[in-house]
């Protein structure tokens, strides 16, 4: 599936105080069937947690899994902490409770996708597909 | 003719549509059921009698409705206080309170780890002053209050006393609710600060202490709900509620308290989901086998040690961010259930909380479905109005049998906390939702407006957010308390809530006088992480 010929490998992280896990938990499931080596973080992780598994685990993607209404403060505080550890080129993607006119400022600020109710898991794993390249 | 010559020959002629006849939770259910399926009437009963099938009052709503309590939270105190008093001028009859992350946690709102999220998901709580905001020109005395909380449960009811001793309020005279639910935490709603072990210490705690000075309170809501929203399927969130509640029983008894002492004051808290009869038979089940349990179990004599009493709540997953509008029709036919099912108290949903906090509008609506219920449809006239209906009495039978398998299961694991240290309710209900996501997405399970029906549309604005200041302003609140506290005597308390917790003092009277002192929600909480230990996230798939 992977260009390379190895599996994709995806961090799906869980950031925040809040232990909304059901939609993280199907994620990981249903990229893990899809063939996708997939690593789950569990509940609670801050940014800087979630840059260094993402780095040990020299993942090509990291999905975050957002229903805190802290989206605006999370996803930015990821991506910088992967750019401090030299990971600015890994893909980030998420799911969540996150309202239309907060998609520009997610994407300006490098989020490449962001999941919103009613996406089924074959979105996510079409999406992930088409969209995420091993990295070199 | 028999029910078996009926279907073979009547209905096989009739014929029946080529889908799969099964409940929200996949429960295969029966063209038809006669008396040959339902229970005798002996094993139903009647209303306010063993084992209270038919609900744990024989007026019910013809002697009381049920209570309409609305959960609500967001910013500061004073943000949530306002919506309260909205909805106390609006005809709501008891308050109900969503705490914001931080506060769930136990980290106060200047932590590092509460950026983005103070007073986000529900209202922002550190000190006895939030509190003091909180009910402010609420009266005590005559309004109950529930409290969703629960690794901090400690600290916010020490707070909640403290708040009433200011209004000159005895505690004798407090009604309401703590959520206080620890193990279903572990199970589902994941806000946790330490192991099981001691989080049930502190359970017990409450509960003793409760039921010596503040007995009107229920120191305990044993929930379904969380674990219905996490997934599950009725059969499971009735099973596990029930299993917690064997759990909180059994801790109390150990500690020496006896059980009539304690258990009329459990109460409990279940989702209302979609699908109609089963919910309605999932609360009838969850009475008859609770009050066998308590009798034969745990030998209880006072009738009200045997009596389920139930918040509900419908069910948040199953509200769409299309279409927003059909969210009422939803809530109003889980509400229904409810009603038929016979709760004492009830929030309705309101429509645009997929989208976002609930605007003041959309708030409305959900109390006006309750008071439509209770005060047009004339379903209270008649109480129970299901029961002896063949459907519903069998269904009633099958849920109970099936939880009873589960909590046997369960007992063989040693019980819920072995059970959920072994991951075994996690697990089961990350199955069981991962199942239903892949019948969504084949088209089996339908959801009017996402997979099918769906039309293009363009999602409204978000029309109650809180603004980042919030955060600002409570940081700075926050710091403010602390500097301006008596320092020495905060942390007189604070180590005084320390021997409590590494010895076996009960840990509530010295948290209302740290509460008094200025300590803060998150300062305890560290005593809790340092004495009690820190819980990770198993992550069980």
Known sequence: MAVSGRPLRILVAKPGLDGHDRGAKIIVRALRDAGFEVIYTGLHQTPEMIAEAAIQEDVDAVGLSILSGAHLTLFPAVIDELKRRGGGDITIFGGGIVPDEDQPALAGAGVAKVFTPGATIQDVVDWVRGNVRPRA | MTKREWLERDYRESGERPVRFSTVSDMVVEPLYTDEDASAAASVGLPGQFPFTRGVYPSMYRGRLWTMRQFAGFGTAEDTNERFHFLLQHGQTGLSTAFDMPTLMGYDADHPRARGEVGREGVTMSTLGDMRALFKSVPLAQVTTS???????????????????????????????????????????????????????????????????????????????????????????????????????????????????????????????????????????????????????????????????????????????????????????????????????????????????????????????????????????????????????????????????????????????????????????????????????????????????????????????????????????????????NGAEARAALARVRAAAEGSENLMPVLVDAVKAGCTVGEVSDVYRTVFGVYQDPAWL
């Open chain 2, 147 to 485: 409290m969703t909380v629960n690794c901090t449960a400690s600290v916010a009811l020490a707070m909640y006393l403290a708040v009433a001793e200011e209004q000159g309020v005895p505690w004798t005279k407090l009604g309401g609710t703590i959520q206080n639910d620890m193990l279903k935490e572990f199970i589902a709603q994941k806000e946790w600060i330490s192991p099981p072990v001691p989080s049930l210490r502190v359970v017990v705690d409450m509960i003793d202490f409760c039921a010596r000075q503040v007995p009107r309170w229920h120191p305990v809501s044993i929930s379904g709900y969380h674990i219905r929203e996490a997934g599950s399927t009725a059969v499971q969130e009735l099973a596990f509620t029930l299993a917690d509640g064997i759990a909180y029983v059994e801790a109390a008894l150990a500690r020496g308290l006896a059980v009539d002492t304690f258990a009329p004051r459990l109460s409990f808290f279940f989702n209302l989901h979609n699908d109609f009869l089963e919910e309605v038979a999932k609360l009838r089940a969850a009475r008859r086998l609770w009050a066998t349990l308590m009798r034969d179990r745990f030998g209880a004599k006072d009738p009200h040690s045997l009596r389920l009493r139930m918040h509900a709540q419908t069910a948040g997953c199953s509200l769409t961010a299309q279409q927003p509008l059909n969210n009422v029709v939803r809530v109003t036919v889980q509400a229904l259930a409810g009603v038929l099912g016979g709760v004492q108290s009830l929030h309705t949903n309101s429509l645009d909380e997929t989208l976002a906090l609930p605007s003041e509008q959309a708030v409305m609506v959900a109390l006006r479905t309750q008071q439509i219920l209770a005060e047009e449809s004339g379903v209270t006239n008649v109480v129970d109005p299901l029961g002896g209906s063949f459907a519903v009495e069998a269904l009633t039978d099958r849920m109970e049998r099936e939880a009873r398998d589960y909590i046997e299961r369960i007992d063989g694991l040693g019980g819920m906390v072995r059970a959920i240290e072994a991951g075994y309710p996690q697990r089961e209900i990350a199955e069981a939702a991962y199942v239903y996501q892949q019948q969504l997405e084949r088209g089996e399970k339908v959801v009017v407006g996402v997979n099918r029906y769906a039309v293009a549309e363009e999602r409204p604005p978000e029309l109650l957010r809180v603004p980042l200041e919030v955060e600002e302003r409570q940081i700075d609140r926050v710091r403010r308390w602390k500097r301006e506290r």
